[in-house]
């Protein structure tokens, strides 16, 4: 089993940053994994941010290039968002996923809410 514990979240003003970092533990030590960012806000559905794999190769949501920056400490199975020039659309629960691969068995964390607004 595999525990993911988000941490970061909070309210900031347009323009600032944020960092989230999700910490998984458990059953993950040799085993292939996408770890990634996902945001749902008030009635929409549940969507992509960021991934990362275990090399570092990562993936982005247009809506967030450039402005947030996804990483990994391999060693401690963390995963981080660094959101800068935040905007109020930003505003939602952020979830952390990870995926083992290839059976793309799916763990979630609780979620950290990241409020944006002045």
């Known amino acids: 089993q595999v525990q993911l514990v988000e941490s970061g979240g909070g309210l900031v003003q347009p323009g600032g940053s944020l960092r989230l970092s999700c910490a998984a533990s458990?059953?993950?030590?040799?085993?292939?994994?996408?770890m990634g960012w996902y945001r749902q806000a008030p009635g929409r559905e549940r969507e992509l941010v960021a991934l990362i794999s275990v090399g570092g190769s990562t993936n982005y949501a247009d809506s967030v290039k450039g402005r947030f920056t996804i990483s990994r400490d391999n060693a401690k199975n963390t995963v981080f968002l660094q959101m800068n020039s935040l905007k109020p659309e930003d505003t939602a629960l952020y979830y952390c996923?990870?995926?083992?691969?290839?059976?793309?068995?799916?763990?979630w964390g609780q979620g950290t809410q990241v409020t944006v607004s002045s």
């Open positions: 458990g059953s993950i030590v040799r085993r292939n994994n996408v």
């Open positions: 996923k990870l995926t083992f691969l290839p059976n793309y068995t799916d763990y």
